[in-house]
């Protein structure tokens, strides 16, 4: 039986280090000490709370009922002719698994690079950079069910991913705790530097184009774009891009024609939610000990006391602003837990 522990502070557990307690708290190593304390739940009838690295979520106050950190830790692969499929454990750190990747010539990862958080909230979030989301290299995840006990493989059309988006931030919201993912990832590369800031970065380069560039280029252009929420605490990209359609688009155009925008596959369109937020004048806004970054207005930030409350206060503020001039309504990315 793990070790459950009660009222313990959620602080040091979430990127924002915004206060809170859990009601019990246990941290789990492997499947066997996560399905016993999915069974000290279900004994005293508690709401099960899973934690992975905790940069993308943000605590409006205490987490009734028990707060599971899933510290899963393992990695395989099998070769399938020039694809090799490798499965991590969700409690593995994302970017460590981008470099191992990289070290043994395993390519598809690279523009998600010095993306914060595990391997499970990655799929949770379907997360995305530079051209790249986690769906293009998709094959499986396996995740338990939290009132059977049942390991559930699930496959890509089954996570039902969209921008920023899966089954497991809605139907699968409360049900599932992810216990490892599966990646079809190359021995051969495959370069994509279409996506205009890396395009940019590269061409600066000389020599080979390779992965490791590619690599090297992302967390440049991260570093000097996204404060290190050890130094800054935050859970970057605190807002998502929205996506309107080509009529409310046009109109916008009309007004602000220099409006940086992407065409989706649909036709739709994608605006930056940094630019809505800068045209507001909300950019290195500061409330108290919390603010809008300075450098990145897409990242709202704690400086030091600031609550979920706070912070929460603060991004309607951002959204009631951008609703208001752009009639576009922004959708907060981190996932909120407490009361």
Not at 131 to 158: H, P
Not at 301 to 308: A, F, H, R, Y
Request: aromatic fraction near 8%; charged fraction near 20%.
């Amino acid at each position: 039986m793990p070790t459950i522990l009660e009222k313990v502070s959620l602080q040091p557990y979430n990127s924002l280090a915004l206060p809170a307690v859990a009601e019990y708290f246990c941290a789990v190593q492997n499947v066997a000490e996560l399905l016993a304390a999915l069974e000290f739940a279900r004994s005293k009838d508690l709401a099960v709370t899973p934690l992975g690295g905790g940069s993308n979520i943000v605590l409006a106050g205490d987490v009734a009922g028990l707060v599971l950190r899933v510290e899963l830790k393992m990695l395989s692969h099998r070769r399938l002719g020039k694809l090799v499929e490798v499965t991590f454990a969700a409690g593995e750190n994302w970017h460590d698994q981008v470099l191992h990747c990289l070290q043994q010539g395993w390519y598809g990862l690279e523009n998600l690079s010095l993306i914060p958080g595990n391997m499970g909230a990655a799929a949770i979030q379907n997360i995305g950079a530079y051209g790249v989301e986690l769906a293009d290299l998709f094959v499986s995840l396996r995740a338990i069910d939290k009132q059977s006990g049942e390991t559930i493989t699930f496959d890509k059309a089954a996570c039902e991913f969209g921008y920023r988006d899966s089954l497991f931030k809605h139907a699968g919201r409360d049900r599932y705790i992810i216990i490892d993912i599966t990646l079809a990832l190359s021995t051969e590369p495959k370069i994509n530097v279409q996506y205009p800031a890396l395009k940019a970065a590269i061409d600066e380069q000389t020599g080979e184009i390779t992965p490791q560039l590619v690599s090297a280029m992302v967390c440049q252009i991260r570093s000097s774009k996204l404060p290190d929420a050890k130094i800054i605490p935050n859970a970057g990209s605190f807002f998502k891009n929205p996506i309107i359609p080509q009529t409310q688009a046009a109109a916008l155009f009309q007004q602000y024609p220099n409006m940086p925008s992407y065409v989706q596959i649909n036709g739709d369109i994608k605006l930056p939610a940094g630019w809505l937020i800068e045209q507001c004048g909300l950019k290195g806004a500061v409330r108290g000990p919390v603010g809008v970054h300075d450098q990145q207005a897409l990242v709202l930030v704690n400086s030091g006391g600031g609550s979920g409350a706070q912070l929460l206060a603060l991004a309607e503020e951002v959204r009631g602003a951008v609703l208001e001039r752009f009639a576009v309504l922004l959708e907060i990315e981190p996932r909120v837990y407490g009361d």
